[in-house]
């Protein structure tokens, strides 16, 4: 795993980590090893092999890391998922955490804040056609100024979804009152649903075809 580089106010307290994957492969034993009945019987109902490939490999790296954290054995620690799927660990305080990923990449952002979210997007064909779903009227508007259409949709995408998962809420009905524009570097919240958190939004590095986005919200 490679931990990505962030910006120095923050990096203290919360790490991104990026595993990359060989799709085709097997999961590695020592990482099935490392989940649950419960997770392993979850990874084999996937159809596709690459999906089961990194639904063990990302829940086995984030054990570790979940390990690490909190001093306990991988395999002692009890994670579960909120309401909407947010994973969360259970039966003991430990780090804000989060999961994302797509095509051979998996990220995980971990660390000492009250809530984070992130994710990773791959550039396909057909944006066009998701951005008057996904994207509010002001946003699509800035967004058809941009040069690079595809990667513009995409950069908002991961950072709207980046958010919501943040806030531990449903993504599909907060799409239209969650709303960012671009900033120096990153995106900004200009509306946000009422109750939620206030966060901070991060551009990620990545590779090239992929956007990421890292949102989190700092204790009171």
């Not at 999906?51 to 620690?77: C, E, S, Y």
């Not at 000492?112 to 979210?117: D, I, L, M, P, R």
């Not at 990667?151 to 991961?158: H, I, L, N």
């Amino acid at each position: 795993m490679q931990a990505l580089p962030l910006p120095e106010c923050i990096a203290p307290a919360l790490q991104v980590w990026r595993l990359e994957l060989t799709l085709g492969a097997s999961p590695a034993a020592a990482d099935i090893a490392l989940l649950s009945r419960e997770e392993q019987a979850a990874a084999e109902r996937l159809q596709r092999a690459d999906d089961r490939l990194r639904a063990i490999a990302g829940r086995a790296a984030l054990r570790r890391l979940l390990g690490r954290a909190t001093g306990l054995a991988p395999l002692q620690l009890q994670l579960g998922a909120g309401r909407y799927g947010k994973p969360e660990l259970r039966g003991r305080a430990g780090p804000a955490f989060n999961v994302s990923h797509a095509g051979p990449w998996v990220l995980i952002a971990i660390g000492a804040v009250a809530q984070v979210g992130v994710d990773l997007e791959c550039h396909q064909e057909g944006y066009a056609e998701l951005a008057a779903y996904l994207l509010t009227p002001d946003e699509l508007r800035q967004w058809q100024a941009e040069r690079d259409l595809c990667a513009g949709f995409y950069d908002r995408w991961s950072a709207k979804e980046a958010a919501l998962k943040c806030a531990g809420v449903g993504i599909g009905e907060h799409l239209q009152t969650l709303s960012l524009r671009r900033g120096a570097g990153t995106f900004v919240i200009t509306g946000q649903p009422p109750g939620l958190p206030t966060m901070h939004l991060i551009n990620l590095p990545c590779q090239p075809g992929y956007s990421a986005a890292l949102a989190y919200a700092s204790f009171a």
